[in-house]
C-alpha cells in the first residue's frame, strides 16, 4: 500500500500563472479531502469527495479555486492566475468511508506551492 | 457551528516532565474526536480518536479523555521523548461531515 500519493512535491510557479495539484488517494478509499496548510492558519479545509462527487466545497475560494475527481483513482486542485498569498503546503488525505464519522483519514506528503 | 480551539501554539518542556496539550472544541451534535501527529517534513497521521463506549484511547504513551460535560479531549503522556517533538492537531467529526482541524500545538522536547 503505496499511501496517498501527491505530485508534484514542490511546485513554483510565476504570480499569474497556474498551477494543478494532484492525487491519487489510497485503493479502495472512498472519500478524498484537500486542506491547505500555513504556519498562520493552520489546516484550512477546503473540499472534500465521496465515491467522486463533491460533497461540500464550503472552503474552497469562490474565485481561482476549483477541484475535480474525475475517476476513483485521482482528483486535481487547479488554482488560476495563482497570487502570492496562496503559497502554502497543500494536502490530500482520503478515508475508507466519509459516512462513517470516526473513520480517520490518510493524509499525503503534499505539494509545497511557492508563487513567485 | 463545529469548531475546535487549542490554546497553546507552542508548547516546550524537558524530556521526562508530563505533557498535556489542550483541546477543546464546539458542536451541536455528539462527535468524534481525533488527534492527529506531524512529525517534521512528514504528513500528518492519526495518533488516536475517542471511542462510541467511551474507553479511553491511548498509544504510544499517550493518552486523551474525551469529557462532554466541558467538551474537552486534552492529549496526556506521562513523560516526554525528544521524538514526541511534533506539531499535533486537535479534530472533530460527526457523522456525514468534514473533519474538523484546530490551530495546532507546536511540542518542542529538550533534553
Known amino acids: 500500500n503505496a499511501g496517498v500519493i501527491q505530485t508534484p512535491r514542490h511546485k513554483v510557479t510565476g504570480k499569474g500563472q497556474e498551477a494543478t495539484l494532484w492525487c491519487e488517494p489510497i485503493?479502495?478509499?472512498?472519500?478524498v479531502f484537500w486542506y491547505r496548510q500555513t504556519i498562520v492558519q493552520g489546516l484550512e479545509f477546503l473540499t472534500y469527495?465521496?465515491?467522486?462527487?463533491?460533497?461540500?466545497d464550503s472552503g474552497m475560494p469562490k474565485e481561482r479555486f476549483s477541484a475535480q475527481m474525475p475517476n476513483q483513482s485521482h482528483s486535481t486542485l487547479k488554482i488560476q492566475s495563482t497570487q502570492p498569498q496562496d503559497s502554502a503546503v497543500y494536502l490530500c488525505a482520503s478515508s475508507l468511508d466519509s459516512s462513517v464519522s470516526n473513520e480517520r483519514l490518510f493524509f499525503g506528503h503534499g505539494t509545497k506551492l511557492s508563487v513567485l | 457551528g463545529d469548531s475546535v480551539t487549542q490554546t497553546e501554539g507552542l508548547v516546550t518542556l524537558t524530556e521526562g516532565l508530563p505533557v498535556m496539550l489542550n483541546c477543546t472544541y464546539q458542536s451541536t451534535y455528539s462527535p468524534f474526536l481525533f488527534w492527529y501527529v506531524q512529525h517534521l517534513n512528514e504528513a500528518p497521521k492519526l495518533l488516536l480518536k475517542?471511542?462510541?463506549?467511551?474507553k479511553r484511547p491511548e498509544h504510544q504513551g499517550f493518552h486523551a479523555t474525551l469529557h462532554k460535560s466541558s467538551s474537552s479531549f486534552h492529549l496526556q503522556k506521562s513523560s516526554a521523548q525528544l521524538s514526541d517533538s511534533a506539531l499535533y492537531y486537535c479534530a472533530l467529526s460527526h457523522s456525514n461531515n468534514r473533519i474538523f482541524f484546530g490551530d495546532g500545538t507546536q511540542l518542542v522536547v529538550k533534553p
Open positions: 475517542s471511542f462510541t463506549d467511551n
Open positions: 485503493s479502495g478509499h472512498s472519500a
Open positions: 469527495f465521496r465515491n467522486q462527487a463533491p460533497i461540500d
